[in-house]
């Protein structure tokens, strides 16, 4: 048996070409070490700010963590084997959290994408329809799930209401279909909730002979209407839920420029476009950051810069926050467990009865689905569900990088071994001369103590507060 030796080279080296899969280095990148260095302290200060209630949702901690877990091989990991030249190398495992881990939300991204391209939206032209709401809106929004989901029905009533109406052959009873994805961050990594929704340009009906599609025809007058009539009806709902007056209701009704509501239809994909609408999806279904924008502001890891993808209203590029800053915005952002990333509404929902036939719409094999690195097993495939992507395939559709490639001859690999057991997995990597613990988790950090200081005060009990060097007349006018 060959011995286990990992893939992982510097881009510049000998023999290493593009397309050779390299193993992620998690311990490497600022956001790693950044919750690394610093979580237990800012653990350790939430809870001493707010000693009697629960300042930390065990989902934050938790998701925390297991991100500090991703990818490093001392937890266990997989082994890639090529029977061609005997050439192997390791897998790490993924902690497979939705909140900040970069890599898994990546994956979930690409996964999202692949699935509704390949198995649920049907060659149709898409448009995308971005709804934002005014900041008195939005705490309510990222605080109350119930009252986020509301909303997004009546944006999206509105919608399909005016596609039936600009869908001439439609007949009344046609329906939409749509995949929507509430966003609850910024690009500043702020709180911001806003929904992105994925719309088919039509409206869907069936006869005797089939689903038919009715194209719709849009222009900037008809998205207007939707705007205000969302802006009059999420007021209303509001005020029916006790969170704003009347009197506050009718003042944000006569506020100009939209009221602080804003909606946005300009991106428009085409039906035989099937590589836009992948990226379209991509972007709805992003993670929370870039962790490319994120870099160290010098090498004392106290301050950390975050390159914004456009400029703040007030002309920023960039973000300078500490590392506990950076938690404090990160734990805001991760979102609560058992609720969905992504929804379906219209033919697309689960229930709804043209599902079936609009997804048989769509073609089996996909023309620029990216190619199969092995044979399937056959029993494997009649149980794997189509949402079920396996993991070389998203790296391949991501980076165009068949990563069960063998980087010697080229033959495909397979996975031989999954090794979880602690006293293997040391034995291995110590073999190989992988360091075996994971990264150590600093410790908290207490606020600085005077003794450790370089010049030490002293205060005299005895000083006579009354003797001055200069005698100063107090009747004088300053």
Same mark, same amino acid.
């Given at each position: 048996?060959?011995?286990?030796?990992?893939?992982?080279?510097?881009?510049?080296?000998?023999?290493?070409?593009?397309?050779?899969?390299?193993?992620?280095?998690?311990?490497?990148? /600022? @956001?790693?070490?950044?919750?690394?260095?610093?979580?237990?302290?800012?653990?350790?200060?939430?809870?001493?700010?707010?000693?009697?209630?629960?300042?930390? %949702?065990?989902?934050?901690?938790?998701?925390?963590?297991?991100?500090?877990?991703?990818?490093?091989?001392?937890?266990?990991?997989?082994?890639?084997?090529?029977?061609?030249?005997?050439?192997?190398?390791?897998?790490?495992?993924?902690?497979?959290?939705? &909140?900040?881990?970069?890599?898994?939300?990546?994956?979930?991204?690409?996964?999202?994408?692949?699935?509704?391209?390949?198995?649920?939206?049907?060659?149709? %032209?898409?448009?995308?329809? /971005?709804?934002?709401? =005014?900041?008195?809106?939005?705490? *309510?929004?990222?605080?109350? =799930?119930?009252?986020?989901?509301?909303?997004?029905?009546?944006?999206? !009533?509105?919608?399909?209401?005016?596609?039936? +109406?600009?869908?001439?052959?439609?007949? $009344?009873?046609?329906?939409?279909?749509?995949?929507?994805?509430?966003? #609850?961050?910024?690009?500043?990594?702020?709180?911001?909730?806003?929904?992105?929704?994925?719309?088919?340009?039509?409206?869907?009906?069936?006869?005797?002979? &089939?689903?038919?599609? *009715?194209?719709?025809?849009?222009?900037?007058?008809?998205?207007?209407?939707?705007?205000?009539?969302?802006?009059? #009806?999420?007021?209303?709902?509001?005020?029916?839920?006790?969170?704003?007056?009347?009197?506050?209701?009718?003042?944000?009704?006569?506020?100009?420029?939209?009221?602080?509501?804003?909606?946005?239809?300009?991106?428009?994909?085409?039906?035989?476009?099937?590589?836009?609408?992948?990226?379209?999806?991509?972007?709805? $279904?992003?993670?929370?950051?870039?962790?490319?924008?994120?870099?160290?502001?010098?090498?004392?890891?106290?301050?950390?810069?975050?390159?914004?993808?456009?400029?703040?209203?007030?002309? #920023?590029?960039?973000?300078?926050?500490?590392?506990?800053?950076?938690?404090?915005?990160?734990?805001?952002?991760? =979102?609560?467990?058992?609720?969905? !990333?992504?929804?379906?509404?219209?033919?697309?929902? =689960?229930?709804?009865?043209?599902?079936?036939?609009? +997804?048989?719409?769509?073609?089996?094999?996909?023309?620029?689905?990216?190619?199969?690195?092995?044979?399937?097993?056959?029993?494997?495939?009649?149980?794997?569900?189509?949402?079920?992507?396996?993991?070389?395939?998203?790296?391949?559709?991501?980076?165009? +990088?068949? %990563?069960?490639?063998?980087?010697?001859? &080229?033959?495909?690999?397979?996975?031989?071994?999954?090794?979880?057991?602690?006293?293997?997995?040391?034995?291995?990597?110590?073999?190989?001369?992988?360091?075996?613990?994971?990264?150590?988790?600093? %410790?908290?950090?207490?606020? @600085?103590?005077?003794?450790?200081?370089?010049?030490?005060?002293?205060?005299?009990?005895?000083?006579?507060?009354?003797?001055?060097?200069?005698?100063?007349?107090?009747?004088?006018?300053?």
């Amino acid at each position: 048996m060959s011995t286990p030796c990992p893939v992982p080279r510097d881009p510049g080296s000998a023999g290493t070409s593009p397309g050779v899969y390299q193993r992620r280095r998690p311990e490497r990148t /600022v @956001p790693y070490q950044a919750v690394q260095e610093h979580l237990e302290t800012w653990l350790a200060r939430q809870r001493e700010a707010d000693t009697e209630g629960d300042p930390i %949702p065990a989902y934050v901690e938790r998701d925390l963590r297991r991100y500090l877990e991703c990818g490093i091989l001392a937890y266990g990991f997989a082994r890639a084997y090529c029977d061609e030249c005997g050439h192997d190398f390791l897998i790490a495992f993924s902690c497979k959290g939705r &909140g900040i881990c970069p890599s898994c939300n990546t994956r979930r991204m690409a996964e999202t994408a692949a699935h509704l391209v390949d198995h649920v939206i049907p060659a149709v %032209p898409v448009r995308q329809w /971005v709804l934002s709401l =005014p900041k008195r809106l939005r705490w *309510h929004l990222h605080r109350d =799930p119930d009252l986020a989901t509301a909303v997004l029905r009546l944006f999206l !009533r509105a919608v399909e209401r005016t596609l039936l +109406t600009h869908s001439k052959t439609a007949p $009344a009873g046609a329906r939409m279909g749509a995949v929507s994805f509430i966003h #609850r961050f910024g690009a500043a990594l702020n709180p911001h909730t806003h929904y992105h929704c994925c719309v088919t340009d039509g409206m869907f009906s069936a006869d005797a002979s &089939g689903v038919r599609f *009715h194209t719709s025809t849009l222009n900037t007058a008809d998205i207007q209407q939707v705007q205000e009539t969302v802006r009059q #009806r999420t007021l209303r709902l509001f005020e029916r839920r006790g969170l704003l007056t009347p009197d506050e209701v009718e003042a944000m009704l006569h506020w100009s420029h939209g009221g602080g509501f804003s909606i946005d239809a300009s991106v428009r994909i085409a039906a035989d476009d099937r590589r836009g609408l992948e990226r379209l999806l991509r972007y709805c $279904a992003r993670p929370v950051f870039a962790q490319k924008r994120l870099t160290w502001a010098g090498e004392d890891h106290d301050r950390l810069v975050y390159r914004l993808p456009k400029p703040m209203p007030d002309g #920023r590029i960039t973000l300078y926050l500490t590392p506990l800053e950076l938690l404090d915005r990160l734990a805001k952002l991760i =979102p609560q467990p058992r609720r969905h !990333r992504h929804r379906y509404h219209g033919v697309f929902a =689960p229930n709804a009865p043209l599902r079936a036939q609009v +997804t048989a719409l769509l073609d089996d094999s996909p023309a620029d689905a990216p190619p199969t690195t092995d044979a399937p097993d056959p029993t494997e495939a009649s149980t794997r569900p189509p949402h079920a992507y396996l993991w070389a395939m998203l790296i391949a559709r991501i980076y165009e +990088t068949l %990563p069960l490639a063998c980087p010697v001859c &080229g033959a495909t690999m397979r996975i031989i071994a999954f090794i979880t057991e602690t006293a293997p997995v040391h034995q291995i990597l110590d073999h190989i001369g992988e360091p075996h613990q994971p990264p150590p988790i600093h %410790p908290p950090r207490g606020p @600085p103590d005077w003794t450790d200081a370089q010049e030490q005060v002293f205060l005299d009990e005895d000083l006579d507060q009354d003797r001055y060097e200069i005698e100063f007349d107090q009747r004088l006018s300053w």
